[in-house]
């Protein structure tokens, strides 16, 4: 069990244009699920706490008008990077949080994006 | 949430065990010690965590001293696949609480 689906797993995209990931708990339902970048050679980095049905908590840095998240049910959170441009060319992956059990985070594989 | 200090990387050889330390001396009494992998190009993966007494699962032990200063992942048989970079992470349970990446250490199983 606990198990986190993202879709696409990658996508290119041109400079301008707008992109949604999907992240899904498959067999547990999630309050809260996160938002990590991850750039080549680096750490992750938390971008944002999604809590279903209310407004998402964006760590310092990180442009809320830019990386828009919905979390409209316990298992679905969306994050859709909005004008990308180059340097958003990263590995976004997320994490839910699952309350029975060993309340941890359980990861999604991550999506990986490239703005041309 | 405390800070932990790993080694940067270690090599080990396959089907021999793997010992990763970790140093959180700032450790308080409600965090625990939370260890994920991640291996190339793939998201995360919980292997194991505790608070004071050693665990142990299908993929890991986890050994913590008496002072909660230090803790060790124990991969009992390492195999080529368990290649990944592992984090120790030190947090309040609970599955809301946000994680705090470090850099992690780079484990190479070699053949």
Request: aromatic residues 10%; hydrophobic residues 35%; contains cysteine.
């Amino acid at each position: 069990g606990a198990v986190v689906s993202q879709h696409p797993s990658w996508v290119i995209c041109k400079s301008g244009t707008s992109v949604k990931i999907e992240c899904r708990s498959l067999d547990f339902q999630a309050t809260t699920m996160f938002w990590y970048r991850q750039f080549p050679k680096q750490s992750l980095m938390l971008m944002a706490t999604s809590n279903e049905g209310s407004k998402a908590t964006y760590e310092q840095g990180v442009e809320k008008d830019k990386f828009l998240i919905n979390h409209a049910s316990l298992t679905l959170s969306t994050l859709t990077v909005t004008s990308a441009h180059p340097e958003d060319s990263s590995f976004y992956i997320c994490s839910a949080g699952r309350l029975a059990g060993k309340e941890t985070q359980y990861f999604g594989p991550g999506t990986r994006l490239l703005v041309l | 949430d405390a800070k932990t200090t790993q080694p940067t990387s270690m090599d080990c050889a396959e089907g021999r065990a793997a010992n990763l330390p970790c140093n959180h001396s700032t450790i308080s009494g409600n965090e625990y010690v939370y260890w994920y992998r991640q291996i190339h190009s793939q998201g995360p993966q919980y292997i194991i965590h505790g608070l004071k007494n050693n665990e142990t699962n299908e993929m890991a032990s986890l050994i913590i001293t008496e002072d909660r200063k230090s803790s060790t992942l124990i991969l009992p048989h390492a195999t080529l696949r368990d290649t990944a970079v592992y984090y120790c992470i030190v947090r309040v349970a609970g599955a809301d609480y946000k994680l705090s990446f470090g850099a992690g250490t780079t484990v190479t199983v070699r053949a």
